[in-house]
């Protein structure tokens, strides 16, 4: 996160209200578009089990 510049409130803001979309029944990815940012869509890799888990942080990412 720190290499990419996302900070605690942006991974938050991604999980809490951005798009979502399932892999499977426990993984997804969850990304967002932040206008103040250049590098398109940031994204979490997100694993839904007892509790939630942050897998990886990503910008650049691109949904096709």
């Given at each position: ?17 951005g ?27 997100v ?12 910008h650049?990412?691109s949904v096709?």
């Amino acid at each position: 996160m720190v290499e990419r510049t996302i900070s605690d409130e942006m991974l938050l803001e991604v999980i809490d209200s951005g798009e979502t979309r399932y892999r499977d029944a426990t993984h997804l990815w969850a990304f967002k578009e932040f206008p103040a940012r250049h590098d398109n869509l940031l994204c979490a890799v997100v694993v839904l089990e007892d509790v939630v888990i942050v897998k990886t942080v990503m910008h650049h990412f691109s949904v096709l």
